[in-house]
């Protein structure tokens, strides 16, 4: 048995986990945040890197304490388990991540050279050639795209590396006054924005690659496995780290730029900076790096949807016809523009991510809680009625008496009213099964 992953594995395993988290998505939401937190763009991005890096490597090693996904989710209740993982998978999947990704590339280098009143058709063609390319490639599986991620990642942080450097070395302005929530409450907006980057959905759905690279290593320990994959994960967190503080740090310097353009979004707000310091090559350039990594990022979300879902349906309803599915549904929501896809995304995230991050918790406690089903169904339980209360008023949507009650818990106008309520059904639970359940075991 090896206890440890060699210098070199535990790099390997490292940048893995980082490709896993580094998707064409991430770049969009530290400019943004950067611009309009301004002045307290520090604890913004602190309180981002929470949600953004932190949870989703914390993410990795709960799904490595649970053996998988599907068998920390069945510590609840098997109905849950099945409308929780295809929400889950649908989520990062074709109503969000994926049209988000594809909108991505087209918002950089085309939108930029395109009069507004035709944006609309250039917009539907793209997409259908994009969606057409993703079916074809998913239907016919190349070395082609193995070759393209290869060398993605090294290109993407040198460019990113460039931006940084033109924008630390020669800033088009310096920070300005935080904007909107930015102004009073910039930690949690922080917090919550790092929701956008889906990156702790992502860890849930795909962490069982990343521990079965490290077990492919030899290291079968569950401790060493668990102590490897933090570890890793660690590694990996430092470089998103640093690419979501030079992002933001773009974005905070270049807000005078955009004083005329309030909704702009972070893939406009990085087209513009990149034609700023580089001209319209520049722009051409960023687009095409961010068309292969949204291209491989898309592909990978496609075929897992599609094996899960398949899975699902125990083989009745094939891959290739949810890898249809999925394209269309994509193509469909992509044409309502990467700013909406992102707007309606927030309702959902808002009422996923609270049970998410318990389900992090739980697994990683669980030594102590005993997998308890009365500490995991009320603390899961609480967070989904507060999650998606939540989600439903931001939707405009009220339950009686219980949107009521709900907007009453603190942080609730900051969207983390789910905290209190969960932390003391939490301890209410654990008391209960202190007396009951282990008193039952005893017998």
Request: glycine residues 8%; positive net charge.
């Amino acid at each position: 048995m090896k206890g440890k992953l060699s210098r070199s594995q535990f790099l390997t395993i490292s940048l893995t986990l980082f490709a896993m988290f580094f998707g064409a998505g991430n770049f969009i939401f530290p400019p943004g945040l950067g611009r309009e937190s301004g002045q307290n763009f520090y604890i913004a991005i602190m309180f981002f890197c929470a949600t953004a890096v932190l949870l989703p490597v914390l993410g990795v090693a709960a799904i490595a304490r649970a053996k998988g996904l599907q068998s920390l989710v069945r510590r609840i209740d098997p109905v849950f388990a099945i409308v929780f993982t295809a929400l889950l998978y649908l989520t990062i999947g074709p109503l969000f991540a994926i049209p988000r990704a594809a909108n991505m590339p087209f918002d950089i280098a085309i939108k930029p050279f395109i009069a507004e009143e035709r944006l609309q058709i250039w917009l539907f063609v793209y997409s259908a050639a994009y969606f057409a390319l993703n079916y074809y490639i998913c239907m016919n599986p190349s070395k082609l795209v193995d070759l393209l991620g290869k060398y993605l990642t090294p290109i993407l942080l040198a460019l990113i590396l460039l931006l940084f450097g033109a924008g630390f070395l020669f800033p088009i302005g310096s920070f300005v006054a935080p904007s909107g929530e930015y102004v009073d409450h910039a930690a949690a907006k922080g917090f919550v924005e790092g929701y956008q980057t889906m990156d702790a959905l992502a860890s849930l759905a795909f962490g069982i690659i990343v521990i079965n690279a490290i077990k492919a290593t030899g290291v079968s320990d569950e401790k060493h496995l668990v102590t490897s994959t933090i570890k890793a994960g660690m590694m990996s967190g430092v470089i998103l780290m640093t690419i979501y503080f030079m992002l933001g740090y773009l974005g905070a310097t270049s807000a005078e730029l955009f004083k005329d353009t309030p909704n702009i979004n972070g893939a406009e707000l990085l087209s513009r900076v990149s034609d700023h310091y580089f001209g319209r090559v520049g722009v051409v350039i960023l687009g095409s790096a961010f068309f292969l990594a949204c291209l491989t990022t898309t592909l990978g979300l496609i075929s897992s949807a599609s094996e899960y879902f398949e899975e699902l349906t125990k083989g009745k309803i094939k891959y290739k016809t949810w890898a249809i599915a999925w394209c269309v549904i994509g193509f469909g929501v992509a044409n309502f523009g990467l700013t909406t896809i992102i707007k309606g995304s927030i309702p959902v995230l808002v009422a996923i991510y609270p049970i998410s991050i318990m389900l992090i918790i739980l697994s990683l406690i669980n030594p102590w809680i005993d997998s308890s089903k009365l500490i995991y169904r009320a603390c899961v339980y609480v967070c989904v009625v507060e999650g998606v209360i939540n989600g439903l008023d931001i939707l405009g949507i009220s339950a009686p008496l219980v949107t009521f009650i709900v907007k009453k818990m603190p942080f609730y106008d900051s969207m983390l009213g789910w905290i209190v309520p969960s932390t003391v059904t939490f301890a209410v639970a654990y008391v209960l099964h202190l007396i009951f359940e282990k008193r039952d075991d005893s017998f």
